[in-house]
């Protein structure tokens, strides 16, 4: 089955305490993005990836760092996280092309107390 | 700078009526891309159609379809014939066609109730 899948899917954690959100695509897709949802705000892109050791900005990518080694993985990192990236975050991928729409997973929430 | 508009924070219809969400957009490039997604109460994000800057017609895609007017810059969704299922938050979102970018920015969504 052709999915988007992150892991946790639920994490509460504390100030400082570095973690990694993994995600994981099997659909071959080249570009690879992470956005987080919070209320009223929609969904905001944090870094998205065109390609393997392609990575960008998007618009809120303070606080947040991505790497990606191999096509199929994109692991959203927080070296030091605070309260105010508590949010619900998803992982979407792609293929090329101007009209094809995200794929996403199913979505991270995290707490950060 | 890109921006995504959707001034409905929520809206009511009856089942088997259409119903109209609104997106207004703005760029300043001519190449772009309009997408509309469906997240119902379950979270998960869901493609529903796709309206591109040159296309001279309307996109459709079974019941929904996208009212495209490019020099209003609007690119709203209809719902026809609606059903309790749609019951979601639906999200407008705009993708500017350049080759080293993948920027895609999101409205703040509109909630959809739909009641028998």
């Known amino acids: 089955e052709a999915q988007v899948t992150q892991n946790p899917r639920y994490l509460i954690t504390v100030t400082g305490k570095k973690l990694t959100v993994t995600c994981s695509q099997n659909?071959?897709?080249?570009?690879m993005s992470w956005y987080r949802q919070d209320p009223g705000l929609g969904l905001r892109q944090i870094y998205y990836?065109?390609?393997?050791?392609?990575?960008d900005k998007g618009d809120v990518p303070e606080g947040y760092k991505v790497s990606r080694k191999e096509k199929r993985n994109f692991p959203l990192i927080l070296e030091s996280p605070s309260p105010n990236q508590t949010s619900l975050y998803f992982c979407?991928?792609?293929?090329?092309?101007?009209?094809?729409?995200?794929?996403f997973g199913d979505g991270t929430r995290l707490s950060i107390l | 700078a890109q921006k995504i508009t959707q001034t409905q924070p929520g809206m009511f219809v009856q089942e088997k009526e259409a119903v109209t969400l609104d997106c207004t957009y703005d760029?300043?490039?001519?190449?772009?891309?309009l997408f509309w997604y469906k997240q119902p109460s379950s979270g998960e994000m869901i493609f529903l159609i796709y309206?591109?800057?040159?296309?001279?017609q309307n996109a459709t895609e079974g019941r929904y379809s996208l009212n495209f007017q490019k020099a209003r810059k609007s690119a709203n969704l209809v719902i026809s014939a609606s059903q309790l299922g749609d019951s979601a938050m639906y999200f407008c979102?705009?993708?500017?066609?350049?080759?080293?970018?993948?920027?895609?920015?999101f409205g703040t969504g509109t909630r959809l109730q739909v009641f028998p």
């Open positions: 979407a991928s792609r293929e090329g092309g101007a009209a094809q729409p995200q794929h």
């Open positions: 760029t300043s490039d001519q190449s772009y891309g």
């Open positions: 309206q591109g800057s040159y296309d001279e």
């Open positions: 990836s065109m390609n393997v050791e392609v990575t």
């Open positions: 659909m071959n897709h080249e570009y």
């Open positions: 979102a705009m993708r500017e066609v350049f080759y080293n970018t993948d920027k895609l920015i």
